[in-house]
Each structure stands twice: as C-alpha cells, then as structure tokens.
C-alpha cells in the first residue's frame, strides 16, 4: 500500500437508507405517544377542578401551576 490512504472493504449486503432504521421504530414511538396521552387525560380527568389553579414550586425556585 502506498502513502497512508486505506481503502475500506466493500460491503457484499445490501446497504439500507440511513434513515429507514429510524422508520422501523416510528411506530412503537407512535403506540408509545398514544399510550402517554391517554394516561395524561386520565389523570386529568380525574383530578378535581379546584386543584387546577394550585401553584408548585419548580426546582429552579420559580412557581408555576402545578398541571
């Protein structure tokens, strides 16, 4: 081999888009996002009307209400 320039070996499979590994997990997130936002309207559902405008601490020291 001359000078320092390595050539790397060809790949003998098929090569598959860069983004189509991102497509396979897609629709798990999807499932997964649905699953999140049912259990948040749940608990906002039942979490009684009075209780909305309480305010929290943040840990950063601000207040802001508690939903």
């Known amino acids: 081999m001359t000078g320092s320039h390595?050539?790397?070996?060809?790949?003998?499979?098929r090569r598959r888009?860069?983004?189509?590994?991102?497509?396979?997990?897609?629709?798990?997130?999807?499932?997964?996002?649905?699953?999140?936002?049912?259990?948040?309207?749940?608990?906002a559902a039942a979490m009684p009307s009075d209780r909305w405008p309480t305010l929290v601490t943040a840990l950063a020291g601000w207040r802001h209400l508690a939903w």
Request: proline share 6%; hydrophobic share 35%.
């Open 17 to 43: 888009h860069p983004g189509s590994r991102a497509a396979d997990g897609a629709a798990e997130l999807v499932a997964d996002l649905h699953g999140s936002l049912a259990r948040l309207l749940d608990e």
């Open 6 to 13: 390595r050539h790397r070996p060809r790949s003998t499979g």
